[in-house]
C-alpha cells in the first residue's frame, strides 16, 4: 500500500514536497526532483529561490501557525535557470495526537497562463493607448444612442458624460437626428460613412466625416458601435473658395441681368433726353443709372467682403441716417409682403467712424433675414420687423427683431457659417456670413437671440472710433489720435 502511494506522490503532474516547521524538505515527488534536483535536507526557499533567507510571506508558515490551507502565487528557479510562475496550495499533516508535524506544498506550473496574461494585458494597454491617443474622435455607442465610451479627444471637444445621447452631445438636440449611421449599423450590422457638421463644447462648429463599424460581442452579437469622426473643416474650407466662385455668380447673376438691363434703360432715356433737350427726361434715366451704378456697386462690395479681407472705407457716420437709407430701400420689400416695417431711435443720435456702404449692406442683409423669416411663417395672422438704434458711450448698438419663424438652437449655431441656409433653395448662405463679417471688420459683433416660433434678434455692436493705425502726438490738438474703445 505504501508502494501504491509513493507511486500517486511521484505521478502527480505539479511539484510536491513536504516541509517540517524549520522548512526543510523532508520529501519531494519525482517532478519536483527532476526540475530542482535533490533535496538533501535544504530549505525550500534555497531550492526554490535560492535565497539564503525565508521567503517573507511563506505559505507554509502560514498553515503551520494556523493550521489552514493556504494559497499563494510564487515566481521560482529551476536547476537550468529557468523562472517559472506558480500557484502554491498547502495543507497541514497532522499526527495521531492531531498536531501538525508536516506540510504539503503542491505548486502547479502557470507560466503559460501568466505569459498569455501578460500578452493580453499589453495588448490591452497597447489598444486603450490607440483609441486614446488616435487624432479622431471616437465613441462607442449603445442601442438607444447613449455614449457608453469615448476617447481623449472626444471628451476634451466635446465635453463628453458616459450615458448621454450622442445627438444632445453632437447637435444639441432632443431627438435622434435623421439619418443616423449609428443606427443604420445596429440596423444592417454594415460600416457607414456620413459627413455632419456637429458643436463643440467650446460653441465651434466642425465638419467631420463620421464612420460607423459594428462591436460584436463573444457570441457574435451586435450590442454597439463604434463611431470614428475626423474633422474636415480645412478641406470644406478649401473646398468652400474653390467653389465659391461658380456659387456666387449662378446667385447673382439674375439680378445683375436685371441692374444692367435697368441701366440700359436709363442710358437710354439719357440719350434721347439729350438729343430732344429734354431735361427732365435726361434727369429721369441719369437717376435710374445711379440708382443701379450703387446697387451694382453693392453687390460687389458683398462678394469683396466674402472673396477676400478689406479694410473698411472709414468715415464720420450719422447713426440715423444709416437707419433712414436702409429703413427706405426696404420699405417697399416689407410694403410687398405685407409686413409692418418700423424703425426706432433710443438717445440722442450721434456720430461715429464706420464704413457706411459696408454697414447698410450688413443692416440689409439683416433685415432682409427677418422678412424671410415672416414670409416663411405660417402660424400667425400679423407680422412685424423693427430696426432700432441706440446710441452707447463707446459704441452704437443696431437691434433688428421679427415675430417670424424663429430658430433652434441647431439652426442658430449655424446661422454665421459660410452657405448655410435654413431657406433651403431659396437662400444663398452668403447673407449673414458676410453680415458677420462686416461687423467683424469695424471690431464689433453679432449676436443672436431666436425661439422657434416666437421669433429672431439681431444685436449688432459697432463701436464709435476705430483702431488707430497711427498715431501723431504732433497732430494739431498735440494728442495722439484715439483708439478703439469697446
Known amino acids: 500500500m505504501e508502494s501504491t502511494h509513493k507511486t500517486y506522490f511521484d505521478s502527480m503532474p505539479c511539484f510536491v514536497s513536504v516541509q517540517d516547521r524549520d522548512l526543510r524538505i523532508v520529501d519531494a515527488n519525482k517532478r519536483f526532483h527532476d526540475e530542482f534536483g535533490d533535496v538533501d535536507g535544504r530549505f525550500c526557499y534555497q531550492v526554490y529561490k535560492q535565497r539564503p533567507e525565508?521567503?517573507?510571506?511563506?505559505?507554509?508558515?502560514?498553515?503551520?501557525?494556523?493550521?489552514?490551507p493556504h494559497r499563494s502565487e510564487q515566481l521560482v528557479r529551476t536547476l537550468d535557470g529557468r523562472e517559472v510562475s506558480v500557484i502554491v496550495y498547502t495543507t497541514p499533516i497532522r499526527d495521531d495526537n492531531g498536531d501538525i508535524t508536516r506540510v504539503m506544498e503542491m505548486s502547479t506550473d502557470i507560466t503559460e497562463i501568466k505569459q498569455l496574461q501578460h500578452q493580453l494585458r499589453d495588448s490591452q494597454e497597447r489598444y486603450r493607448?490607440?483609441?486614446?491617443?488616435?487624432?479622431?474622435?471616437?465613441?462607442?455607442?449603445?442601442?438607444?444612442?447613449?455614449?457608453?465610451?469615448?476617447n481623449r479627444l472626444h471628451r476634451e471637444a466635446f465635453g463628453t458624460?458616459?450615458?448621454?445621447?450622442?445627438?444632445?452631445?453632437y447637435k444639441h438636440r432632443e431627438k435622434e437626428c435623421s439619418p443616423c449611421v449609428v443606427r443604420s449599423t445596429f440596423e444592417d450590422q454594415a460600416v457607414h460613412h456620413h459627413e455632419e457638421v456637429v458643436t463643440k463644447r467650446d460653441g465651434d462648429r466642425m465638419n467631420v466625416m463620421v464612420t460607423t463599424a459594428?462591436?460584436?460581442?463573444?457570441?457574435?452579437?451586435?450590442?454597439?458601435?463604434?463611431?470614428?469622426?475626423?474633422?474636415?473643416?480645412?478641406?470644406?474650407?478649401?473646398?468652400?473658395?474653390?467653389?465659391s466662385v461658380g456659387m456666387i455668380i449662378s446667385t447673382i447673376s439674375h439680378d445683375l441681368k436685371g441692374l444692367l438691363n435697368g441701366m440700359d434703360g436709363g442710358i437710354y432715356l439719357v440719350n434721347t433726353g439729350l438729343k430732344k433737350d429734354d431735361q427732365e427726361r435726361t434727369a429721369q434715366g441719369w437717376e435710374m443709372v445711379l440708382r443701379n451704378v450703387d446697387r451694382i456697386r453693392s453687390t460687389v462690395l458683398d462678394i469683396l467682403y466674402y472673396a477676400k479681407d478689406r479694410d473698411p472705407d472709414w468715415e464720420e457716420t450719422r447713426t440715423r441716417a444709416i437707419v433712414d437709407e436702409v429703413f427706405d430701400l426696404m420699405q417697399s420689400k416689407a410694403v410687398d409682403h405685407n409686413i409692418e416695417f418700423t424703425r426706432e431711435y433710443v438717445t440722442a443720435d450721434g456720430h461715429f467712424e464706420a464704413d457706411a456702404r459696408a454697414l447698410r449692406s450688413m443692416l440689409v442683409n439683416l433685415v432682409d433675414n427677418s422678412f424671410d423669416a415672416c414670409r416663411l411663417d405660417r402660424k400667425k395672422e400679423s407680422h412685424n420687423v423693427s430696426i432700432t438704434a441706440t446710441g452707447k458711450p463707446d459704441a452704437v448698438e443696431f437691434r433688428i427683431a421679427d415675430n417670424g419663424i424663429g430658430m433652434t438652437r441647431d439652426v442658430r449655431e449655424k446661422a454665421f457659417t459660410l452657405f448655410f441656409s435654413s431657406k433651403g433653395s431659396g437662400g444663398t448662405g452668403l447673407g449673414l456670413f458676410i453680415a458677420n463679417k462686416i461687423a467683424q471688420s469695424h471690431g464689433g459683433s453679432i449676436t443672436?437671440?431666436?425661439?422657434?416660433?416666437?421669433?429672431?434678434?439681431?444685436?449688432?455692436?459697432?463701436p464709435r472710433?476705430?483702431?488707430?493705425?497711427?498715431?501723431?502726438?504732433?497732430?494739431?490738438?498735440?494728442?495722439?489720435?484715439?483708439?478703439?474703445?469697446l
Open 54 to 68: 525565508q521567503c517573507e510571506d511563506c505559505p507554509v508558515v502560514r498553515t503551520f501557525r494556523d493550521g489552514n
Open 129 to 150: 493607448m490607440l483609441f486614446e491617443e488616435v487624432p479622431c474622435f471616437i465613441s462607442i455607442q449603445d442601442r438607444d444612442l447613449r455614449i457608453v465610451e469615448a
Open 161 to 169: 458624460y458616459y450615458g448621454c445621447q450622442c445627438y444632445k452631445v
Open 214 to 243: 459594428p462591436v460584436r460581442d463573444a457570441d457574435g452579437n451586435v450590442n454597439s458601435v463604434i463611431e470614428m469622426s475626423t474633422d474636415i473643416t480645412q478641406i470644406r474650407q478649401l473646398q468652400s473658395k474653390l467653389s
Open 448 to 462: 443672436l437671440e431666436s425661439e422657434p416660433d416666437v421669433g429672431t434678434t439681431f444685436v449688432v455692436m459697432i
Open 465 to 485: 472710433k476705430r483702431l488707430a493705425v497711427t498715431t501723431d502726438p504732433a497732430g494739431e490738438d498735440g494728442a495722439p489720435e484715439a483708439g478703439l474703445n
